[in-house]
């Protein structure tokens, strides 16, 4: 009996104590956010928008008024941004160029002017690019080979896409139709959940050149044939070379999406590399290779 109103007292002092905190939202700015990502040889898109604070969950609004320019590495103007629609905005020329480094800046009213610098790297190739059927054709297996440049650090990705043409939804309508997840095994992967074996499945896989430097990198990942179409079915592997912010960016990002929906996941932050506002501006050059499935 004196344990039962021991508890019975503690309970009520716990509901006496409890109390309803009002959670404030932090009252700051909104800023300027920049999405831009692109690779040599392709038209420069940006995403622009305005921030909002951590409880907002709604889309970010755009940004249809801002003048964006494109800058050298000496923060010389060589072009213009148009906007298209949505807040986005294209620069074709010049095309960037592998190797080189590019500047924006943006400037829209009622926010902080925001400028970032991003660099366009060297392309790496593919020495080698071997494949073979497994499982009675339904999967391939590819060895790829390449050698890293020793003379500054390297940030990868790789990629192995599956393309096939399926019948459309009328008589000789076709279209094509991608699969872009693949498996490996490989150890010095960054993302991509482990199974039970040791397999890991994703889009891409990033991993830097630390360990490797100026050594011979090999990478074997594995592709399934998701369609039996008769029409023309063909892999494109792609050899990516990212900027450093670029890379820490995609990997951050990757595990923002992964803590999403986790109670006891820790906090985020997702990399910018954006002065004075949000985002990010990184660049890319990729080597590619097809092969056709006979």
Known sequence: MKKIIVSFAALVLFMACEKEIPLKQEESEPRIVV?????????IWINLSESRDVLYDQMLPNIENATAKLLDANDNVLADFTHDTDGRYYCTDPMPVAGTTYGLRVEAAGFKTVTASAET??????SSVDSSSTNSGEQYEFKLSFTDDASQDNFYGISIVYHTYVEGGEPGEEFLSSNPYFSTKEFYVINGEPDIDGTRYAMEFFFSD????????????RQYIWSSGEGDQFFVVGLKSLSEDLYKYKLSYSKYLDAQG???AEPVQVYSNITDGFGIFGGSSTYRDTLWVE
């Open 35 to 43: 999405n831009a990502i692109f690779s040599a040889g392709d038209t």
């Open 121 to 126: 790297p060297s392309i790496i190739a593919l």
């Open 210 to 221: 630390n360990g490797f430097n100026g050594q011979t990198i090999n990478f074997t990942g």
């Open 262 to 264: 986790d109670f006891f």
